[in-house]
């Protein structure tokens, strides 16, 4: 087959694909054959070929996209009513996937950060962008990209045949755009790790750029943008018991558990079981910022952080702020991030 070399974006992706074959045929070929292999249905064995391009997809965005959308595909909606961890980034929600996984419950469980078209469209430019400026290519993370623009479109088709279950989860908005901010920190500046190891940057200087440039007011607006305006429940028109640390909400064709992070290791297990019918749920920690290789510029910039009282009071006196905690834990939040945070 000739390749349209007038396209050279389309002529780029195919050697690419064809790079990628011939790695993961080496690679078979390089395996010592066993008696008895079981075989998926897909016709790869089991294990060796799913790794195999897992570990190409890792190395390349456009390898990446193709990999999981056509996971997404070929899983469709099988089984029961899918499970939707739908929540703003750096809340947890890793944790409950992880732990919704053990459990091997017969049916989809998609994680995604945003279900909003322009969102979306935005997000894959940005993960772009910084994919070629040389940032590490992190399958767990284009995942999320990629199941939003799946479940995204099946949104938009009217795909409520089956009663979604959705769960999100909300957080200390502070922490949660200084964790946001540290998971895509190479947006903003370019190859941060390998520089701040060989101390080409200072931390006071990615301080100054977080609070200049990055959007803080996500998590304040994000149930209305993506929630309620995707499935249409409002989660601030009824009382949130912040003692309790979560609430479910009932829509038309969808259920939504809201879990609130700071309280989970106590509510997490009632909870499940009242909105999944679950008994004995427990978590398993995944994605946790002191197992990961930043931790140490992490650390660092959290400890020589202040924030800015007008920070501290858009943040707390926000509706999301005052809705999910109570006098005391706007204090407490107050007190750890108005202070320098040394320990």
Do not use: C
């Not at 912040?242 to 829509?251: D, H, Q, V």
């Amino acid at each position: 087959m000739v390749s349209d070399h007038s396209d050279p974006i389309r002529t780029g992706l195919l050697l690419q694909i064809d790079l990628a074959h011939v790695e993961w045929s080496r690679k078979l070929a390089s395996r010592p054959v066993k008696k008895q292999t079981r075989i998926e249905h897909s016709g790869i064995e089991k294990g060796v070929g799913r790794d195999i391009i897992r570990e190409l997809a890792g190395k390349n965005y456009h390898l990446a996209r193709m990999y999981l959308t056509w996971g997404y595909l070929l899983a469709g909606f099988r089984g029961d009513n899918p499970v939707v961890v739908y929540q703003m980034g750096k809340v947890g929600s890793s944790t409950v996937v992880a732990s919704l996984q053990s459990l091997d419950l017969k049916r989809p469980i998609y994680h995604v950060h945003t279900l909003i078209f322009e969102r979306i469209r935005d997000r894959r430019q940005k993960y772009e962008r910084m994919f070629r400026s040389g940032a590490p290519m992190e399958l767990r993370r284009a995942s999320h990209l990629f199941a939003s623009q799946y479940l995204s479109k099946r949104v938009k088709r009217g795909a409520f045949k089956q009663r979604w279950k959705v769960i999100s989860l909300v957080r200390d908005p502070s922490a949660m755009n200084v964790s946001g901010f540290f998971q895509i920190i190479d947006y903003y500046i370019p190859r941060f790790f390998s520089r701040f190891e060989a101390g080409q940057i200072r931390i006071e200087d990615t301080i100054e750029i977080f609070l200049k440039d990055y959007d803080h007011d996500k998590p304040l607006v994000w149930f209305d943008i993506e929630l309620k305006s995707t499935f249409g429940i409002d989660v601030f028109a009824s009382p949130f018991l912040a003692s309790k640390g979560y609430a479910i909400y009932r829509g038309a064709n969808v259920d939504a558990l809201v879990l609130k992070l700071e309280s989970i290791n106590a509510s997490a297990e009632p909870a499940v079981k009242e909105f999944l019918g679950i008994e004995n749920f427990r978590l398993v920690q995944a994605n946790v910022a002191e197992d990961k290789s930043y931790f140490a510029a992490y650390k660092s910039f959290k400890d020589m952080l202040t924030l800015p009282q007008a920070y501290l009071d858009k943040m707390y006196d926000s509706k999301l702020a005052r809705h999910f905690y109570t006098e005391g834990e706007l204090a407490r939040f107050r007190g750890k991030w108005g202070t320098r945070n040394i320990t």
